[in-house]
């Protein structure tokens, strides 16, 4: 079974540039998570889709975030414009139940903005 | 708000010794429990989780953890430590919305 899959791996941008990380997960997963792990810290939840609809973005800093999971199978998440202090690596993770399946996570996205 | 702690940035135990990996926890309602590892470079990986029945749950590559509710905590442990559990592990629980809060992580050293 193929897991989580996530592109690109790493990005460097430039402050007030934009980005997009895309994530795939794995097949059948109807919930799909976008973390946000800080150097030194827990993966921070940003926004959890359940199909295609949003179910928690509370922590998702609209300003400059946004995700979409069209069609209820693949993810993007954009940051525009990015900022110094969202250098940090954006985890995907999808799973079967909401409450008690184990979520599955994919190698991250490693962004660096200078 | 929930909330989890791991209250040791660093765990260092001996090749053999047994090891453990503290976490307590507040959530509204029952709690759903987990525990990763992290690898370097590598994504997070599921060792064990804690939904309901027995409070003792076992895990991946011998690993176990005991759900203690009076005490809100869900601490990881091992009876013999290999070399090769060295690595960041994260506890985390999940309300009953679905939605997860993770500790900040404690590298654990295991050395031969």
């Known amino acids: 079974e193929a897991g989580v899959a996530q592109s690109p791996r790493y990005k460097i941008i430039e402050k007030r540039q934009s980005v997009a990380f895309w994530c795939n997960p794995i097949s059948g997963h109807a919930t799909l998570y976008w973390y946000q792990q800080i150097l030194g810290q827990g993966p921070k939840l940003l926004i959890q889709f359940q199909n295609n609809g949003v179910v928690d973005d509370s922590q998702l800093p609209k300003d400059r975030f946004s995700a979409e999971r069209l069609k209820g199978v693949d993810s993007t998440l954009k940051i525009q414009p990015a900022k110094l202090e969202d250098s940090a690596v954006y985890l995907c993770a999808s799973s079967l139940d909401p409450l008690g399946g184990t979520q599955y996570f994919g190698p991250g996205t490693r962004l660096l903005v200078l | 708000a929930q909330s989890v702690a791991q209250p040791e940035d660093q765990v260092n135990v001996a090749e053999g010794n047994p090891l453990t990996v503290k976490c307590t926890y507040s959530v509204s309602g029952n709690p759903y429990l987990f525990w990763y590892v992290q690898y370097p470079n590598r994504g997070l990986q599921f060792l064990l989780k804690?939904?309901?029945?027995?409070?003792l749950v076992k895990g991946s590559y011998g690993f176990e953890a005991e759900f203690n509710k009076s005490q809100t905590s869900f601490h990881l442990k091992k009876p013999s430590a290999l070399v090769s559990d060295s690595a960041l592990y994260f506890c985390a629980v999940r309300d009953i919305t679905g939605k997860s809060t993770f500790g900040d992580g404690t590298t654990l050293t295991v050395k031969p």
């Open positions: 804690y939904i309901t029945g027995d409070n």
